[in-house]
């Protein structure tokens, strides 16, 4: 597997919990209904943690990414289709790997068996994904987005501003069922906050839907436990619609230079880089 050569602290990263609607304090217990969905009328997460289980940055509410989703999903699956039994399973999936850094209260992985890579590319394991977090793990280095320099703490704030009204996740299509479950997925949110490149150049949303699909062959056990996750999608496709209008004009050639238009692949091993590059 594609391992950290250099320590790098654990730090946050939601991509659907909100980074500043966190409170530290407030680190056990259950979620709240509301993250559910239930308050929608259907439980799309159901997830429940151990009862020592403590939550990284505080305990996320995802009531806000749950109006995004129920109001802007393009698909509304049968209750026990396999389509909503793997879409349950994907936010309970998130809901550990953004919000619990300790990869031995994780319940939704086989942390010993555990390994993710995005378009083929090196496999990370469940305590590296744990220290660099999902979104720098999945985006890896592309033209205005440096996975590699980012912490997990940086990665979060940089996406939660981005969208602030959340980033939901749905899933599309089952092709196929346990033990190899492939589907159709999309993340969605309106992009109407401001990112910031791996420059520092600011760049300002219009509010318009953001669509990001892709698709992934999720391995799980018996106990439909995950085991390893292949996912396969453009990470310029991520990156590319939020660099379209620039927030201060005068910075428009900021950080421009030659190696800028050169994007490593997601899923390659960099030398010397504390994370693996995917997504």
Known sequence: YC??????????????????????????GPLSEESSGAPFGEVIRDYKPLPDTIWRFGKPNYSRVNKTY????????????????????VKNWEVESHHIADIHQWQTMDIKAFKAAVNGGCPCNAQLMADVGPYNMLLGETKDYSGGSQSFE??????????????????LEVFSGPPNVLFKWRHFGPYSGTFTDKNGKQYKGNGEMFNLIGMCLAKVNEKLVIESLDIYYNPEDMIKPLVSTLVDTSQATLGADEGDSKTA???????GASNCSVM
Not at 7 to 27: C, G, S, V, Y
Not at 72 to 85: D, I, Q, Y
Request: proline fraction near 7%; include cysteine; glycine fraction near 6%.
């Open 265 to 271: 692949g997601a899923g390659e091993c960099q030398p």
């Open 154 to 171: 940086q990665s979060n704030k940089t996406f939660s501003a981005t969208f602030p009204e959340g980033f939901a996740f749905e899933c």
């Open 3 to 28: 391992r950290a050569t250099t320590a790098r602290p654990p730090t946050p990263i939601q991509n659907m919990a909100l980074a500043h609607e966190l409170n530290k304090a407030d680190n056990k």
């Open 70 to 89: 129920f109001k802007h999903r393009t698909k509304v699956h049968k209750e026990g289709s396999l389509e909503a039994v793997v879409s349950k399973i």
